[in-house]
C-alpha cells in the first residue's frame, strides 16, 4: 500500500511518498520498504508522476514504463500538463508487450478470475456456510441450487455496492455483450471448468458472463494502478495535477478512469491544493481537524437518531389517540433533507474553522515549508499505521521532490541506492 501526496502553489509543487510495498504470499503478506513512487517524465521539462495500488500495468513494473516513455518523449514538450497525460496514455496504449494477444488474454484471465473470487466473498450468506433442511438431507442438487442462489446474491451485491451508477469506460461504450461473450469464450469456459472443480453449480454460464460484462465496462477497478500527474506544460506558469487511474489493455481496449472535475490546477481562484492519495485518512485529520471515519459515523447516528426520532413521535402520537392517519402521514415524512442540512453544517464549519486557514497557509508556502509539509503527512501515516496495524503498509523512507517552472525537477529526498535520474 501507499501513501503520497501533493501540495501545490504559485511558486512550484512538492511531492512527497513513502516507500513500503506489499507483495502477497501464501503464508500472508511481505512487505518491502525499497519501492520509489516517484517518477521523473521528462529529462527536459518541469513533469513527473507519483504512482499507488499495483506497481505493474499489464506485467511492465511502473518504474520502468515511465523510463521507456521518457526516452521516447526525449526532447519533445507540450503546451499543457493534460496534453502529457494524453501522450502516456497513446505511449502504453501502442506499447507492444501490451498488445500482445497473449499478454492482454492473460490480463483477461486475471480480471475473470477476481471477479470469481469476490462473487464467492460478497456470496450472502458465504458458500461454505451450513445448508440443511428440517425435514429431510438436501440432496447434491438442491445444494448446487442453493449454491446458484448464493452465488447470483454475491453477483447482485457486487453490482448494487461497487458497479451500479458507475460510468462506462470510455472505449468499452461501443462494446456489445456480443463481442464480449464471443471475445472471452475460451475463458468462460475455462471459469466454468473452475466452478466444477469448486463443487459450484455449472450451469450459470450467462449470469457469469453478464455479471463480468456490466463489470470490465465499469469505471470501477478491483485491479489498477494511480497515476498522478504533477508539473507544468509549456504555456503553463502555475502547476497543475491530474490523477489518472489505469487497470490493462483487453480486446486492445484500454480500460482507464480520467475524471475532468477531478483536475487540481493552480491559478486566479485556486492559490494552494494539498491532495493525498492512496491511504487518506490520516491525512485528511490532520487536513481537515477529524476524522473521515468520526465524520462518517456521525453521519450514521444523526441518521439514526432522526429515524427513531421520527418513531418516538409517531408512538406518541398513537398512544395519545391522534388518528391512524395523521400517524402515517408523520411515518411517511422524508428526513433526507434534514439530514442534507446536518452533513452541510458540519462540513461548512470544518472548512471555515480548518480547511481554509491551512490553505491560505500553504499559499504562502515556500518549498521548504512545502517540503516539510508534504514529508510530515507521509510521515505521520507511517507512524499511526506503525503504532495500531498489523501491517505496516506505510513506511520506509520518505521521499521528497520539488518541481518548479524555473528549476524543473529536483529531488530534495531520496534513498541512497537510486538517485533516481
Known sequence: MTAIVGILNKTGAVIAADSATTVPRDQGNRIYNNATKILR?????????????????MGIPISLLASMYRKKLGTRSFGTLKEYVDDFLSFIHKEPHCNDKSIQDKYLCLEIRTYYDKVREYSVPGLDDPMEESDHTLTDEEILEIKKARLIGGM????????????????????????????AKEDIDALIQLCEHDGLPTDMRAEWEEGLYKYLRSTFFFNGTGIVFVGYGEDEIFPSLIPIFVAGIMDGRLRYIFDPDDESRIDSDTRSVVRPFAQTDVMNTMLRGVSPAIIEKLDDITSDTLSNTKERIAQTLKDSGVSEDIIAKVRELDLDEEQKKHDDQINDFIQQEYVEGLMDTVENFGITDMANMAESLVAITSLQRHMTSAEETVGGPIDVAVITKEDGFVWLKHKDWNTGE
Open 41 to 57: 517524465l521528462s529529462d527536459t521539462q518541469p513533469v513527473a508522476i507519483m504512482h499507488f495500488h499495483h506497481t505493474e500495468f
Open 156 to 183: 447482485n451485491a457486487i453490482y448494487e455496492v461497487l458497479i451500479e451508477g458507475e460510468k462506462t469506460v470510455q472505449e468499452f461504450e461501443g462494446f456489445t455483450f456480443k463481442q464480449f461473450q464471443k471475445y
